[in-house]
């Protein structure tokens, strides 16, 4: 059910070369280094995984020291209806749905702030 999550660190680098050490006896590489103009606070972010990024990090400042976690969407019409149930549940729009070739080429998203400033997603494949 859980795509993938992200954390936030306090420092990037240090947390770079630690989860690229840590992670390695796992199968678990840097899949993804995300540059600082991709993302919405202008830092850098790092994805971690096998077949794809599952799990994430950026500098605290880029998630307001907040939690990300994206679930899994059985089609762009669920991402749709989580969104809009979302917003209609009191979260705060983060960025609607659409594609985001930027993470992946059939990448089909939304984001919404819970009620404690989280970062909640619901995200398609394709």
């Known amino acids: 059910m859980i795509d993938h999550l992200g954390i936030p660190v306090t420092d990037y680098a240090r947390s770079l070369a630690f989860y690229k050490a840590a992670l390695a006896p796992l199968g678990v590489t840097l899949l993804m280094d995300v540059p600082a103009e991709y993302t919405e606070a202008k830092q850098p972010a ?3 995984g096998k077949d794809k990024p599952f799990f994430w990090f950026g500098p605290e400042k880029q998630v307001v020291g907040h939690a990300h976690v994206a679930f899994i969407a059985a089609s762009r019409a669920e991402v749709d ?3 809009k149930a979302a ?3 009191g979260g705060r729009d983060n960025g609607p749905p659409g594609p985001r070739p930027h993470y ?3 990448y089909y998203g939304a984001f919404v702030r ?3 400033g989280h970062n909640i997603e ?5």
């Open 46 to 48: 790092a994805g971690f």
């Open 81 to 83: 209806a989580f969104y």
């Open 87 to 89: 917003i209609a549940a």
């Open 104 to 106: 992946a080429e059939n």
């Open 114 to 116: 819970d009620p404690d």
């Open 122 to 126: 619901a995200v398609h494949r394709g």
